[in-house]
């Protein structure tokens, strides 16, 4: 949650345009942070603002914009899951940020598909192995919808839903990122309960899978069995750090305990899935319910806990959020921190230290000069020694925080859900250098690349960047 940009302006201003390169309007909800790469910008949103008449309707949307100016390169347009509105919430959109790697783009949709697309679009026609993209972008029951230059090119893709290794039940929205490592994608399965909030469907899906980038095909899993134990949905996208020479993968189960397994080294020839290896797990809250956990759903006071946010992994620890469930459950979240860098590490681990937030959260803390920056769903941003958990400072807001902190320049980017974008100086001691009333609720975390800070509401992409003086 860091980025290295430089020159960053303090403040900006849509109104009167100060600060300003150029605006975007997305879909009416828009909760997938941006990604830059190639001079182009990767979000997803939905299809309120429907930028060809052939996609009409609820749609799940990732954009690719042009880095110049923002207009419309390809879109992928996704039908929603049919049949039962808590596979696939109603105007959500597309949630997952994509990974890019050169010209291919790999990201989870909101039909509970990996794909793997060209960056380029259908404008270079139509490549790789899948052909089908307009049946693809037709609902059920519809006659095709004939695909052009604007639609996104669908190279492989592979159904988390209906593959018979994996075969999980979506809840809400499908939301995570992909991590790529060499020739392998890790992805978190997004398996969670049905609608009434109270029955696994699918106890026995993994958590946790991994794809060779070339194909899509599922290479290997976890095997945990935490399907009983997940208290929601797997929402927590998994992270990774060399720990003692070797590659470790950490990952936020459903069921609220950090793992760490560890990271393949080969690709299992055609036909064979290999078992991650758990390492270790840390339990951030382990006075919670661990059995029947699902009759404690709307129990503010006593649940159990959720890991949301990604882990961060920074100098052998891990950086982490955790408490209870965001809409179900109780009101309480801490940042959590523990050493993973001892040797040849098994079984639980202790913490290194622990912070209580206001309330629960969703964050993803950033890391950076001995200092972490987290916030919570009390509209509180707070910075703590990263070696001790000292607390330095705190803000309030008036708004709750769905959004991590982006710190970069030496500054800290914020925005929450009542629509307020904040400015702080990133450092133990507090100064606000900024506050921008956007007028519209704010999910996404900000983005810097190439001397310009992405900022993203519900409805609107703003490039944000400092003119050279004349």
Not at 124 to 133: A, L, R, V, W
Not at 244 to 270: M, S, T, W
Not at 315 to 335: C, E, H, M, N
Request: glycine letters at 10%; aromatic letters at 8%.
């Amino acid at each position: 949650m860091i980025s290295p940009e430089k020159g960053l302006p303090s403040s900006f201003n849509p109104d009167t345009g100060q600060n300003i390169k150029w605006s975007a309007e997305l879909g009416s909800q828009t909760h997938s942070t941006p990604v830059v790469a190639g001079g182009r910008v990767l979000i997803g949103t939905n299809n309120d603002h429907p930028r060809d008449p052939k996609h009409q309707g609820d749609r799940g949307v990732l954009l690719c914009l042009d880095g110049r100016d923002g207009h419309l390169l390809w879109q992928l347009v996704c039908p929603k899951l049919e049949d039962d509105q808590y596979l696939d919430w109603p105007k959500a959109g597309m949630c997952s940020s994509p990974t890019v790697e050169g010209d291919r783009a790999y990201t989870l949709t909101n039909r509970g598909e990996l794909v793997c697309l060209d960056m380029k679009g259908l404008a270079d026609g139509n490549q790789g192995p899948y052909q089908d993209e307009a049946r693809h972008m037709t609902p059920r029951g519809a006659e095709a919808i004939t695909s052009g230059t604007t639609d996104a090119d669908i190279l492989w893709l592979t159904d988390l839903v209906s593959h018979p290794q994996i075969g999980i039940h979506p809840h809400d929205q499908i939301f995570g990122s992909v991590l790529l490592d060499g020739d392998l994608l890790y992805v978190n399965s997004c398996n969670g309960v049905d609608n009434t909030h109270r029955v696994i469907r699918r106890p026995d899906a993994p958590s946790l899978v991994v794809f060779d980038k070339h194909t899509g095909r599922l290479v290997a899993k976890d095997d945990l069995r935490l399907g009983p134990n997940i208290f929601h949905a797997t929402w927590c996208p998994p992270s990774l750090g060399e720990v003692n020479g070797r590659k470790v993968i950490f990952f936020g189960g459903g069921d609220g305990v950090l793992y760490a397994f560890e990271a393949l080294q080969d690709i299992p020839p055609p036909g064979q899935v290999a078992t991650l290896k758990p390492l270790w797990h840390f339990d951030p809250d382990p006075t919670a319910p661990k059995q029947d956990v699902h009759k404690y759903l709307h129990n503010f006071r006593e649940s159990p806990s959720v890991i949301m946010g990604m882990p961060v992994f920074v100098d052998g620890r891990i950086y982490f959020t955790a408490g209870g469930d965001v809409w179900w459950g109780k009101r309480q979240g801490w940042l959590k921190c523990v050493d993973a860098g001892k040797p040849d590490a098994t079984g639980p681990l202790s913490e290194t230290w622990s912070y209580a937030l206001t309330k629960n959260t969703c964050c993803t803390p950033a890391v950076a000069d001995g200092l972490v920056l987290v916030a919570d769903l009390a509209g509180v941003i707070h910075c703590v020694d990263a070696a001790t958990g000292h607390p330095y400072w705190t803000h309030q807001t008036a708004g709750p925080f769905w959004a991590s902190p982006l710190v970069a320049d030496g500054k800290v980017f914020i925005g929450n859900r009542r629509g307020e974008f904040l400015v702080l100086q990133a450092s133990n001691e507090k100064r606000l250098l900024s506050t921008i009333d956007l007028q519209s609720p704010i999910s996404a975390t900000a983005v810097a690349a190439n001397g310009v800070l992405y900022v993203t509401t519900m409805s609107h992409l703003y490039a944000i960047h400092q003119p050279p003086h004349p």
